[in-house]
């Protein structure tokens, strides 16, 4: 008879991942997660073997009643990255509207969504990262940093999707707005008002706000406006940043005539900090923001901005993650932006 220690200890060897099943198969993982979800795809003999290990061996994951070959909801765990060095609220409001869309996403597909508690933030954190239990692929809401270690992910097979910017040698899937179109779009729009003197808000060492800032600049040079260091301020992506970028801007005696913030959350702090100095929104100056969160439409006044779709957004991340399970070719995909003018550029 086995000891209460030799039974622990087998059921701590016991595989937990899709991984650890299709390696003890000798298969693919799709092929575990095909033969667990009774695919066509997958021979008989095979589904057998696969069904039988994953009850000898008590898998823990999310598989389909093996008896009656019925299928349960998939798990999708969503990740949040934090840079080093910054603050990264779950709480913001752009970032609570893409978790909805994801949500709103998972239950037309028939899919469960957990938000997970671990949030990566350099090297180390993302080479240790695994599927949590019973999790069957990730969803990383934006890159941070942390790109080539991303790419190192892809590696171990670990199925996953990250909402954010397309980087030139990417190994893994993303979707993301055209953050370039998106910036352009957003100071076009302030020079067709006739502003020159355009203030740039956000952190240019993030892939997204980096993209949104190259097409402020390509707007700048295509209307011969030349780019001045000075206009060009970092600032987080909430509220208080945006307030004190441009708090610092005014001290220096830099008076804009037009503001183009990375987040909407910068831009309602710009919009404090001018208005507690007495500059009139829009007639002294208009202003730009990015995400069109909820309430943009709300302030005072209402905030011109560049919209993202969330809903579509969820919509594609959870379908090309589901493919990779399946052990699909996906590629990445940009989704287009809309400027959405209000009252803080005049309409």
């Known amino acids: 008879m086995k000891t209460q220690d030799e039974i622990e200890q087998e ?67 969503m990740v949040v990255p934090s840079p080093q060095g910054r603050d990264r609220r779950i709480s913001d409001p752009f970032l609570l509207e893409l978790i909805g869309g994801l949500a709103d996403a998972g239950q037309e597909k028939g899919c469960d969504i957990m938000l997970s508690h ?31 270690h991303l790419n190192k992910l892809v590696k171990k097979s670990v199925p996953f999707v990250v909402w954010g910017a397309m980087q030139d040698d990417q190994l893994y899937c993303s979707v993301g707005s055209d953050n370039l179109q998106g910036g352009q779009r957003a100071t076009d729009h302030l020079i067709r008002l006739g502003r020159k003197k355009i203030v740039f808000l956000g952190n240019i060492d993030a892939p997204e706000s980096a993209l949104r800032f190259q097409g402020y600049q390509r707007a700048l040079h295509k209307a011969g406006i030349p780019l001045d260091p000075a206009l060009i301020r970092p600032a987080d992506f909430h509220f208080e940043s945006g307030a004190e970028a441009v708090e610092t801007l005014l001290e220096a005696g830099i008076k804009p005539d037009g503001v183009f913030a990375a987040s909407d959350l910068i831009a309602m702090g710009a919009v404090r900090a001018l208005t507690q100095r007495n500059i009139r929104i829009p007639d002294d100056v208009s202003i730009v923001g990015y995400d069109d969160i909820r309430m943009a439409s709300y302030t005072s006044p209402a905030l011109t901005t560049v ?41």
Do not use: W
Not at 58 to 66: A, D, L, P, V
């Open 11 to 77: 059921e701590d060897a016991s595989p937990r991942r899709l991984q650890d099943l299709a390696e003890m198969a000798g298969v693919s993982i799709a092929t575990v997660s095909r033969a667990l979800r009774n695919s066509p795809l997958v021979s008989d003999r095979t589904k057998v073997k696969i069904r039988k290990l994953a009850r000898d061996s008590r898998y823990e994951g999310r598989t389909m009643g093996m008896a009656t070959g019925a299928s349960t909801s998939p798990l999708l765990s």
């Open 118 to 148: 671990v949030m990566p933030s350099d090297s180390s954190s993302i080479s240790k990262l695994e599927l949590p239990s019973h999790s069957e692929g990730l969803i990383f809401l934006g890159q941070s940093t942390l790109h080539t």
């Open 307 to 347: 919209r993202q779709d969330v809903s579509r957004a969820g919509r594609r991340l959870i379908d090309k993650l589901l493919r990779i399970r399946e052990g699909d070719q996906v590629r990445s995909e940009l989704l287009p932006t809309d400027l959405i003018v209000r009252e803080s550029c005049g309409a």
